[in-house]
Nanobody
């Protein structure tokens, strides 16, 4: 079982910024897809940002231009920089990894998930 550990969540006012981190093993970071997903109360989980092992990124339309996904392979860490946060960004944010190949890592199933970190944005 791959272990992914998220950190960096918290409470912030609208317009503020947070940076999430997800640490895993070197093996995990060899997977084709790594991504950030979120789930708000009463809503389905949605993909936020994802990155292929090649470095290609994908973003949900609602966060494009505000969020940036990146990775530091030397630290086995995936990041999500979130700027210009809005109340509707409030959710539990999860890091995920999957080895299967796909061209868009926002789509498809993920087999490995972290426990999540809460992000709350107040107006």
């Amino acid at each position: 079982q791959v272990q992914l550990v998220e950190s960096g969540g918290g409470s912030v006012q609208a317009g503020g910024s947070l940076k999430l981190s997800c640490t895993g093993s070197r093996y995990t970071f060899s997977y084709n897809c790594m991504g950030w997903f979120r789930q708000a109360p009463g809503k389905e989980r949605e993909g936020v940002a994802a990155m292929r092992s090649s470095g290609a990124t994908s973003y949900a339309g609602s966060v494009k231009g505000r969020f940036t996904i990146s990775r530091d392979n030397a630290k086995n860490t995936l990041y999500l920089q979130m700027n210009s946060l809005k109340p509707e960004d409030t959710a539990m944010y999860y890091c995920a990894a999957d080895a299967s190949w796909r061209s868009n890592c926002l789509l498809g199933e993920y087999t490995n998930w972290g426990q999540g970190t809460q992000v709350t944005v107040s107006s």
